[in-house]
């Protein structure tokens, strides 16, 4: 059974730091993996999708990346802001099953000070 | 891109009642829809997968008999929480499927039962 975790669980900064965070799975057979962005009390906001045949994909000041054999991913954050204060999901995406469901990590709640 | 909608976005009932929630695909037929629950602090978990006209399959611990989920057309998914108990009170977020689009998530519903 796959397992997603993230380390750490919380994290605050002051404005304007890089940041890092952490995703790894056990279960290195996935189709994708996901980064969510979610607000208190709200639905998911989608970030990045990384095939499993990429290295890494990047958004503005987004940047993920995945080592599919170690079983880790990171999401780089760049010169953080305090609207990117929110709680970050990573989700992997099974490689067989005919839903090919998704399995969510528990997140990491950053917070950016200003 | 594409719109998951929920209704109600909060519902406060008492205990012994039941609550319906829709989850809506706004501008595509999702071919799959997916139920998950969401604990304060904690990630989502997947309650349950359907497809448009045949029954839910659902998660091993999940009550198919407490959760009801009718998936009637490719656009519409129903959960209804029967005789809602305090510790079904949680964040119940939807999400629509289509293989040449991706998965979308909706809003989210926040059920209190008191």
């Known amino acids: 059974k796959q397992e997603v975790t993230q380390i750490p669980a919380a994290l605050s900064v002051p404005e304007g730091e890089n940041l890092v965070l952490n995703c790894s799975f056990t279960?290195?057979?996935?189709?994708?993996l996901q980064w969510f962005r979610q607000d208190p009390g709200k639905g998911l906001t989608s970030l990045l999708l990384i095939q499993s045949s990429q290295r890494e994909q990047t958004s503005g000041r987004l940047n993920a990346s995945l080592d599919k054999s170690s079983g880790r991913s990171t999401l780089y954050i760049a010169a953080s802001q305090p609207g990117d204060s929110a709680t970050y999901l990573c989700?992997?995406?099974?490689?067989?099953?005919?839903?090919?469901?998704?399995?969510f990590g528990s997140g990491t709640q950053l917070t950016v000070l200003p | 891109g594409a719109v998951v909608s929920q209704h109600p976005s909060w519902v406060i009932c008492k205990s012994g009642t039941s609550v319906k929630i829709e989850c809506r695909s706004l501008?595509?037929?999702?071919?799959?829809m997916f139920w998950y629950r969401q604990f304060p602090k904690q990630s989502l978990m997947l309650m349950a997968t359907s497809n448009e006209g045949s029954k839910a399959t659902y998660e091993q611990g999940v009550e198919k008999d407490k959760f009801l989920i009718n998936h009637a057309s490719l656009t519409l998914s129903t959960l209804t929480v029967t005789s809602a108990h305090p510790e079904d009170s949680s964040f119940y977020i939807c999400s629509a499927s289509r293989p040449s689009l991706g998965q979308f998530f909706g809003p989210g519903t926040r059920l209190t039962v008191l």
């Open positions: 501008d595509f037929q999702a071919t799959t």
């Open positions: 279960d290195s057979a996935i189709y994708n």
């Open positions: 989700a992997v995406r099974a490689d067989s099953g005919s839903a090919r469901q998704l399995t």
